[in-house]
T-cell receptor, first 115, second 112 residues
Framework: NAGVTQTPKFRILKIGQSMTLQCTQD?????MYWYRQDPGMGLKLIYY???????DKGEVPNGYNVSRSTTEDFPLRLELAAPSQTSVYFC??????????????FGNGTRLTVT | EDQVTQSPEALRLQEGESSSLNCSYT??????LFWYRQDPGKGPEFLFT???AGEEKEKERLKATLTKKESFLHITAPKPEDSATYLC?????????????FGKGTHLIIQP
Protein backbone atom coordinates (compact mmCIF):
# COMPACT_ATOMS: atom_id res chain seq x y z
CA ASN A 1 0.00 0.00 0.00
CA ALA A 2 1.84 3.11 -1.25
CA GLY A 3 -0.34 5.74 0.51
CA VAL A 4 0.49 9.27 -0.66
CA THR A 5 3.23 9.54 -3.29
CA GLN A 6 4.92 12.82 -4.22
CA THR A 7 7.27 13.49 -7.11
CA PRO A 8 9.89 14.78 -7.54
CA LYS A 9 11.70 14.49 -4.20
CA PHE A 10 14.01 17.40 -4.97
CA ARG A 11 14.00 20.20 -7.54
CA ILE A 12 15.97 23.36 -8.21
CA LEU A 13 14.26 26.08 -10.25
CA LYS A 14 15.45 29.38 -11.59
CA ILE A 15 13.41 32.50 -10.86
CA GLY A 16 10.50 32.76 -13.29
CA GLN A 17 10.43 29.10 -14.26
CA SER A 18 7.32 26.96 -13.88
CA MET A 19 6.80 23.46 -12.58
CA THR A 20 4.18 21.04 -11.33
CA LEU A 21 4.52 19.07 -8.14
CA GLN A 22 2.77 15.73 -8.46
CA CYS A 23 0.73 14.03 -5.75
CA THR A 24 -1.22 10.80 -5.99
CA GLN A 25 -2.93 8.66 -3.36
CA ASP A 26 -4.23 5.11 -3.55
CA UNK A 27 -6.50 5.13 -0.49
CA UNK A 28 -9.60 6.44 -2.30
CA UNK A 29 -9.65 9.48 -0.03
CA UNK A 30 -11.92 12.35 -0.98
CA UNK A 31 -9.98 15.08 0.82
CA MET A 32 -6.54 16.21 -0.34
CA TYR A 33 -4.31 19.04 0.83
CA TRP A 34 -1.12 20.88 -0.06
CA TYR A 35 1.04 22.32 2.73
CA ARG A 36 4.40 24.06 2.73
CA GLN A 37 6.90 23.81 5.57
CA ASP A 38 9.57 26.45 6.07
CA PRO A 39 12.43 26.08 8.59
CA GLY A 40 11.29 26.96 12.10
CA MET A 41 7.71 27.48 10.95
CA GLY A 42 4.57 25.40 11.18
CA LEU A 43 3.01 23.75 8.17
CA LYS A 44 0.93 26.24 6.19
CA LEU A 45 -2.07 25.20 4.09
CA ILE A 46 -1.84 26.26 0.43
CA TYR A 47 -4.88 24.62 -1.21
CA TYR A 48 -7.24 21.80 -0.46
CA UNK A 49 -9.87 19.73 -2.23
CA UNK A 50 -12.93 17.90 -0.91
CA UNK A 51 -13.38 15.81 -4.03
CA UNK A 52 -12.77 15.61 -7.75
CA UNK A 53 -13.55 18.90 -9.46
CA UNK A 54 -13.61 20.91 -6.22
CA UNK A 55 -10.73 22.99 -4.89
CA ASP A 56 -10.40 25.87 -2.45
CA LYS A 57 -7.73 28.23 -1.16
CA GLY A 58 -5.96 27.77 2.11
CA GLU A 59 -3.91 30.23 4.14
CA VAL A 60 -1.12 30.92 1.61
CA PRO A 61 -2.43 30.34 -1.97
CA ASN A 62 -0.70 33.21 -3.80
CA GLY A 63 1.64 32.04 -6.55
CA TYR A 64 0.13 28.56 -6.77
CA ASN A 65 -2.64 26.78 -8.64
CA VAL A 66 -4.22 23.35 -8.28
CA SER A 67 -6.57 21.06 -10.11
CA ARG A 68 -8.41 17.89 -9.10
CA SER A 69 -9.62 15.98 -12.14
CA THR A 70 -9.53 12.57 -10.44
CA THR A 71 -9.89 11.29 -6.88
CA GLU A 72 -6.31 10.03 -6.91
CA ASP A 73 -4.35 13.04 -8.19
CA PHE A 74 -3.90 16.57 -6.85
CA PRO A 75 -1.07 18.40 -8.65
CA LEU A 76 0.27 21.76 -7.47
CA ARG A 77 1.40 24.25 -10.12
CA LEU A 78 3.95 27.03 -9.66
CA GLU A 79 3.70 29.42 -12.61
CA LEU A 80 6.47 31.98 -12.02
CA ALA A 81 8.82 30.67 -9.37
CA ALA A 82 10.11 33.15 -6.79
CA PRO A 83 12.75 32.73 -4.06
CA SER A 84 9.97 33.03 -1.47
CA GLN A 85 8.62 29.70 -2.74
CA THR A 86 11.73 27.86 -1.61
CA SER A 87 10.29 25.36 0.84
CA VAL A 88 9.37 21.75 1.47
CA TYR A 89 5.96 20.91 0.04
CA PHE A 90 3.77 18.19 1.53
CA CYS A 91 0.69 16.64 0.04
CA UNK A 92 -1.80 14.93 2.34
CA UNK A 93 -5.09 13.09 2.08
CA UNK A 94 -7.85 12.06 4.46
CA UNK A 95 -10.95 9.90 4.26
CA UNK A 96 -13.16 12.63 5.72
CA UNK A 97 -12.52 16.21 6.75
CA UNK A 98 -10.19 16.83 9.68
CA UNK A 99 -13.16 18.19 11.62
CA UNK A 100 -14.60 14.69 11.65
CA UNK A 101 -11.41 13.47 13.31
CA UNK A 102 -10.10 11.89 10.16
CA UNK A 103 -6.29 11.96 10.32
CA UNK A 104 -4.24 13.35 7.46
CA UNK A 105 -1.89 10.96 5.70
CA PHE A 106 1.17 12.76 4.38
CA GLY A 107 3.59 12.07 1.57
CA ASN A 108 7.32 12.44 2.10
CA GLY A 109 7.54 15.86 0.54
CA THR A 110 9.17 17.71 -2.34
CA ARG A 111 12.12 19.92 -1.43
CA LEU A 112 12.10 22.91 -3.79
CA THR A 113 14.81 25.54 -4.13
CA VAL A 114 14.30 28.66 -6.27
CA THR A 115 17.47 30.57 -7.15
CA GLU B 1 -7.20 33.76 14.16
CA ASP B 2 -6.42 30.23 15.28
CA GLN B 3 -3.07 29.88 17.02
CA VAL B 4 -1.03 26.91 18.16
CA THR B 5 2.09 27.35 20.30
CA GLN B 6 4.37 24.46 21.17
CA SER B 7 7.01 24.41 23.89
CA PRO B 8 9.81 23.82 24.31
CA GLU B 9 11.19 24.30 20.78
CA ALA B 10 13.79 21.63 21.49
CA LEU B 11 14.31 19.08 24.24
CA ARG B 12 17.22 16.76 24.91
CA LEU B 13 16.65 13.85 27.29
CA GLN B 14 18.61 10.86 28.45
CA GLU B 15 17.19 7.47 27.58
CA GLY B 16 14.63 6.56 30.25
CA GLU B 17 14.13 10.18 31.37
CA SER B 18 10.40 10.95 31.20
CA SER B 19 9.09 14.40 30.25
CA SER B 20 6.19 16.28 28.66
CA LEU B 21 5.73 18.42 25.58
CA ASN B 22 3.22 21.26 25.64
CA CYS B 23 0.78 22.53 23.02
CA SER B 24 -1.31 25.58 23.87
CA TYR B 25 -4.01 26.67 21.49
CA THR B 26 -6.44 29.50 20.81
CA UNK B 27 -9.27 28.57 18.48
CA UNK B 28 -12.90 29.46 17.99
CA UNK B 29 -14.55 26.15 18.69
CA UNK B 30 -12.17 23.22 18.81
CA UNK B 31 -13.25 20.33 16.59
CA UNK B 32 -10.15 18.24 17.23
CA LEU B 33 -6.52 18.40 18.37
CA PHE B 34 -4.00 16.22 16.56
CA TRP B 35 -0.48 15.05 17.41
CA TYR B 36 1.94 14.00 14.68
CA ARG B 37 5.49 12.73 14.67
CA GLN B 38 7.90 13.84 11.93
CA ASP B 39 11.23 12.19 11.22
CA PRO B 40 13.93 14.03 9.21
CA GLY B 41 13.20 14.00 5.49
CA LYS B 42 9.75 12.45 6.00
CA GLY B 43 6.17 13.61 6.14
CA PRO B 44 4.30 13.87 9.45
CA GLU B 45 2.92 10.61 10.80
CA PHE B 46 -0.37 10.62 12.70
CA LEU B 47 -0.30 9.73 16.41
CA PHE B 48 -3.50 10.87 18.17
CA THR B 49 -6.72 12.82 17.90
CA UNK B 50 -8.31 14.38 20.99
CA UNK B 51 -11.74 15.96 20.94
CA UNK B 52 -12.72 17.20 24.38
CA ALA B 53 -11.18 18.35 27.66
CA GLY B 54 -10.28 15.47 29.92
CA GLU B 55 -9.69 13.03 27.10
CA GLU B 56 -6.53 10.93 27.13
CA LYS B 57 -5.01 8.55 24.56
CA GLU B 58 -2.00 6.27 24.79
CA LYS B 59 0.31 4.53 22.37
CA GLU B 60 3.35 2.67 23.63
CA ARG B 61 5.45 5.21 25.57
CA LEU B 62 3.31 8.20 24.56
CA LYS B 63 0.22 9.59 26.25
CA ALA B 64 -1.67 12.64 25.03
CA THR B 65 -3.99 14.67 27.25
CA LEU B 66 -6.26 17.63 26.57
CA THR B 67 -7.56 20.56 28.61
CA LYS B 68 -9.60 23.53 27.45
CA LYS B 69 -6.47 25.53 26.63
CA GLU B 70 -3.65 23.07 26.07
CA SER B 71 -2.56 19.55 25.34
CA PHE B 72 0.37 17.60 26.70
CA LEU B 73 2.28 14.78 25.10
CA HIS B 74 3.83 12.76 27.90
CA ILE B 75 6.70 10.49 27.01
CA THR B 76 7.55 7.80 29.54
CA ALA B 77 10.97 6.12 29.66
CA PRO B 78 11.86 7.25 26.14
CA LYS B 79 14.19 5.36 23.83
CA PRO B 80 16.52 6.79 21.16
CA GLU B 81 14.03 5.76 18.47
CA ASP B 82 11.56 8.26 19.96
CA SER B 83 13.79 11.06 18.70
CA ALA B 84 11.76 13.14 16.22
CA THR B 85 9.92 16.41 15.85
CA TYR B 86 6.46 16.28 17.41
CA LEU B 87 3.80 18.46 15.84
CA CYS B 88 0.52 19.62 17.33
CA UNK B 89 -2.36 20.78 15.13
CA UNK B 90 -5.94 21.91 15.63
CA UNK B 91 -9.10 21.81 13.59
CA UNK B 92 -11.38 24.71 14.49
CA UNK B 93 -15.11 25.04 14.07
CA UNK B 94 -16.49 25.71 10.64
CA UNK B 95 -16.28 22.32 9.10
CA UNK B 96 -13.71 19.69 8.36
CA UNK B 97 -12.58 20.82 4.95
CA UNK B 98 -10.31 23.65 5.95
CA UNK B 99 -7.28 21.61 6.91
CA UNK B 100 -5.35 21.89 10.14
CA UNK B 101 -3.49 24.74 11.85
CA PHE B 102 -0.08 23.46 12.95
CA GLY B 103 2.35 24.55 15.63
CA LYS B 104 6.07 24.86 14.90
CA GLY B 105 6.87 21.59 16.64
CA THR B 106 9.13 20.34 19.42
CA HIS B 107 12.40 18.75 18.33
CA LEU B 108 13.02 15.87 20.74
CA ILE B 109 16.39 14.15 21.07
CA ILE B 110 16.81 11.05 23.22
CA GLN B 111 20.42 10.28 24.02
CA PRO B 112 21.47 6.68 24.77
Amino acid sequence: NAGVTQTPKFRILKIGQSMTLQCTQDMNHNYMYWYRQDPGMGLKLIYYSVGAGITDKGEVPNGYNVSRSTTEDFPLRLELAAPSQTSVYFCASSRQGAGEGSPLHFGNGTRLTVT
Amino acid sequence: EDQVTQSPEALRLQEGESSSLNCSYTVSGLRGLFWYRQDPGKGPEFLFTLYSAGEEKEKERLKATLTKKESFLHITAPKPEDSATYLCAVQAGGGGADGLTFGKGTHLIIQP
